[in-house]
């Protein structure tokens, strides 16, 4: 027997018209070195569909790709929704990428044109040639002044929506492609996640549901989180479907400038990485403002940062797990009824976790070779693997070089985590981040937490050094606040009572600053070719 129910497809066009004939009055605000614009969907839905418009008079192909090279902004949430609902797929370039893999990205992705913000135009012009496919440069004059280049090829976002009509959005292949993430990839050629209508649709609905980031009409949302970051964790797509509010921050990305917008535009939902939420912290700490959540993920949220929110803020920061090729959230840590009554430390501990799995999808932990299932008992650890609609089936580079599912369909995420008797997932550690000491692993994620429960100590990333007995022994790397002090001894009699004997780093260097990767994420691979012949002077 089939059900009687009638077969709509779920399609980002639906998202469109939601926002459109609902939240027409809600306010889109772009911060900008010129000031801020203030807008309504009402506005940016007409915009977007003469959009799609400049789209045909351009010659974009049916399904072409769009490059954009821009800041969060109104102008890329047109391009968001202009693209896909237009059967065309945009493709977000990383502006914080090395020269060579734009180019490598821009033509493995075939974009055909290429939307830039005015001030970030320098970074992209001088690759203008080496991206073979790219016909047109759409500047957007975000405010900044850079010189726009003479050149057949540069236009400009402003003139062409003013002299296009506006188009209809109808797309009915809910399996067609939207987006195209590139995954930054550290060894080499980014990888190539494609998202459909559909994936996008049910993730929405996931990161918009009270277990995550439970958006609605009463929200401001604010993505720091960047739009080229794995669809700024579908944070722009949410803020539409749920008739939120968005406050995009633009080229104002400095930690001062979004506390200002936090406190000024009464933002109540906001997303980042840990790093940005260290810089936020002192512009914020004890000023009046709306927040409800603070979303988080991409690496390890220190449990020390997300009590430093709750003591200085009055808020704790809210841990999500995810990678680019699920969409990216599969997990968050929303905690439930039965942490009520709990102490601060129970509460701070279960927040440093990475949650639960949201409905739709599905998580294991397995022995990476032989894929034999481990214990959810929170103490066996295993490759964490997930499955679900908004997971990749495949990379679009066929010449990757990973196997991305596993033989039995599971999705590979490299990570390796513990998984609590209900499912509350616990990152251990990236695979290729895993010290091996001795033929036992130590986690640096546990040791970076420890290490930056020290009041003294602003960051701290631990990497494994080659060491001639024990294979790999842990290095910490500290960075400590402005004006405090601490010696090597002193962080280590801090570690002692926390972890295990064996598990105490060789050494601590001190160092001026984490080198962060174009995510804004620690990059132990920077430190560990910085110290890859270490040794104690
Ligand atoms: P990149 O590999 O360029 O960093 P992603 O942004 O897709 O690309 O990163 C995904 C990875 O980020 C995950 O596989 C995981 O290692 C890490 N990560 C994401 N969220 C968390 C979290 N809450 N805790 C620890 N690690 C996380």
Redesign the pocket.
Known sequence: MRGLMQDVPLTIDTIFRHAEQHHGDVAIVTDGPAGRTRSTYAEWAQRTRRLGGVFDTLGISADGRIGTFGWNSQRHLELYFAGPCSGRVVHTLNIRLFPEQLTYIANHAEDEVVFVDRTVLPLLWPLIDTMTTIRHVVVMDDGGDNEVPDDPRVLDYETLLADAAPVDFHVTDEGSAAYMCY????TGNPKGVVYSHRSTYLHTMGVISPNAFGLGVRDAAMPVVPMF??NAWGIAHAGPAAGAAMVMPGSMMQPKALADLIVEEGVTFTAGVPTIWQGVLPHLAGRPHKLREIGC?????PKALSEAYREQVGLPIL???????TH?VASSGVLSRAFDDADDATKAAQRAR?GIPFLGVEARIVDADTLEEQPWDDKATGELQVRGPWCAAAYYNPDAGVELLTSDGWMK???VAAMAPDGNIR?AD?TKDLIKSGGEWISS?DLENAIMSHPAVKEAAVVGIPHPKWDERPLACVVLKPGETATEQDILDHLAPLVAKWWMPDAVEFIDEVPK?S?G?FSKKDLRTRFAEYSRD
């Open positions: 995954t930054s990839g550290t970051h794995a993920g991409g690496s390890a949220v841990q999500a797990w995810g990678m680019t090729e990216p990475a995420t490299g990570d990152i990236r994620v990767t995510v994420k």
